[in-house]
């Protein structure tokens, strides 16, 4: 750095690290969207004087020693790095490469796995020097501020770190920002090529370019297989002027469809009620999608979404069995699952679910139910998963009690099942993954809503295809290891698994 120029802060987000080693290709088809909150605190940061730059290893899909020199070259006083669970080692493999070519670098780890298991987490990489639990807009700041003057840190609320015998303390966090409208909007410009460059989800969109928006933090449900460690509990929210404006800048940059991506999008009707007008006021013509409980939504909110430009509500429905969602969402109830779906049907909105398998206590009666559930529920696209006991979450600290966990959590990407209920087998499970996935997507009216949507937006055809080609490869190499084991699996015909 020279002399009298302000410190250059980069943040990154590293790469994930997809399925198993012969199905890297296979994440063509997943999102590459930068995540927000990293880039809410760049805008934070150049708001404070720091010159600041964002790697986006997540959507580069970039090798270590790429992302890392990528980083170097930008001369950084500190690096701040954005993980999750599954995330988290390849951000400690860029930190230690990046300190190998610059050793003077500070680094600085945040997002939902640190926050979640601070002392942990720093005691297994010590290429990490600090970790941010929580939010960190008022922690990072506080931190960076004390480096820069020479201060000491060991109380800077938030802040885990180690102590001059090597062991890590990790402080009580910072209050939760309350009022979020004093936040600038997330320093999208520093993401190439934006708004062309987003990818989300195959199918969860209509229309292209693609933005997402975050209009609330934290969550009061009581899922267990939700990890609420960065935001917490207590439900705040952006006002609906701030929002609108968010919504306008996006769409000035040539921003066709918007993705509300919080949870708490929909937890208050009135505040939904008015945001819908205020677009409807601007004269917007952008569609959107939002995320919502089951529990949340009536008709008339609906319809009044519908008028607004919403395109697809995703709703958290987890199990088609009641007896699994007593136990991981207890305040849902199938009976209301099915009318909220379709009264949105009914409303014009397409109606998204998001499904997991593998649950404590699951077993076959509970597969089964899924199985029979998926065959008939009116939605018009589900996003299947496997359970993962991420760190942080309500379930983690009884699962062994459950069952079996191999807790890597280079490999905890709720695409593998690292945790195996009692009473079943990993083999059982996938057998079931895969049953489910075609019981939903074998269905006429399921395979019609995706054809007309793919003659609306071919992107979702051209997306399809690049990644059917390696998923085709990656099942006939699988297939073929498969029948070379004498042990191999056999699927129960009494369950249907194969039909």
């Not at 590459?32 to 720091?50: D, E, H, K, N, S």
């Not at 699952?337 to 206590?361: D, S, W």
């Not at 993962?388 to 099942?417: K, L, Q, S, V």
Request: hydrophobic share 40%; glycine share 8%; proline share 7%.
């Amino acid at each position: 750095m020279q002399a009298n120029q302000a410190p250059m802060l980069v943040f990154c987000e590293p790469p994930f690290l997809f399925w198993d080693d012969c199905m890297d290709d296979v994440r063509q088809g997943e999102e590459t969207i930068p995540g927000l909150g990293v880039l809410t605190l760049a805008a934070v940061a150049r708001q404070r004087g720091y010159r600041v730059a964002f790697v986006d290893g997540k959507g580069q899909g970039a090798a270590v020693e790429t992302i890392a020199r990528h980083i170097d070259a930008l001369d950084p006083t500190y690096l701040g790095i954005s993980a999750t669970t599954i995330s988290v080692t390849n951000g400690a493999r860029i930190a230690a490469r990046l300190k190998e070519l610059r050793p003077e670098v500070v680094t600085i780890l945040g997002g939902p796995h640190v926050s979640a298991v601070p002392e942990r987490t720093l005691a297994e990489f010590p290429s990490i020097d600090f970790g941010i639990a929580g939010e960190g807009e008022h922690s990072l700041f506080e931190l960076l501020s004390r480096l820069q003057n020479g201060a000491p840190v060991d109380d800077v609320a938030g802040l885990a770190f180690r102590n001059a015998n090597g062991s890590v303390q990790a402080n009580p966090r910072a209050p939760y920002l309350d009022d979020l409208d004093v936040l600038p909007l997330p320093a999208w410009d520093l993401v190439p090529a934006f708004p062309h460059c987003f990818e989300p989800p195959v199918f969860s969109y209509p229309q292209t370019p693609v933005a997402t928006l975050i209009t609330s933090r934290g969550c009061p449900f009581s899922c267990t297989f939700c990890d609420r460690s960065t935001s917490g509990r207590k439900g705040r929210m952006h006002s609906v002027e701030y929002t609108v404006n968010a919504c306008q800048h996006l769409v000035d940059r040539g921003v066709r469809h918007i993705l509300f991506v919080d949870d708490l999008f929909t937890v208050r009707k009135q505040r939904v009620a008015d945001l819908c007008r205020a677009f409807l006021d601007r004269g917007f013509n952008f569609t959107w999608s939002c995320n919502s409980h089951p529990n949340l939504l009536d008709f008339e909110t609906l319809e009044l979404m519908r008028r607004a430009g919403c395109w697809q509500i995703a709703y958290g429905i987890e199990s088609g069995s009641q007896r699994i969602l007593d136990v991981v969402k207890h305040e849902v109830r199938l009976p209301r699952v099915h009318e909220t779906l379709r009264m949105t049907r009914a409303a014009g909105i397409r109606a998204k679910g998001y499904v997991m398998i593998g649950h404590p206590t699951e077993g076959i009666d509970s597969l089964e139910e899924s199985a029979a559930f998926l065959r008939q529920v009116d939605l018009d696209f589900c996003q299947i998963t496997k359970f993962t006991p991420y760190p942080g979450t309500p379930a983690y600290p009884t699962i062994r009690e459950h069952g079996t966990f191999e807790e890597d959590w280079a490999r905890m990407n709720a695409m593998n099942f690292q945790f195996i209920p009692h009473g079943l087998s990993r083999e059982i499970l996938e057998a079931y993954f895969e049953r489910l996935y075609k019981t939903f997507y074998r269905r006429p009216d399921v395979l019609f809503g995706l054809a007309r949507l793919m003659l609306r937006e071919p992107h979702h055809f051209v997306r399809l295809g690049r990644a059917a080609l390696p998923y085709l490869r990656n099942r006939s190499r699988s297939r073929a290891s498969a029948n070379g084991h004498t042990a191999q699996f056999q699927v129960p015909s009494q369950a249907g698994v194969n039909q």
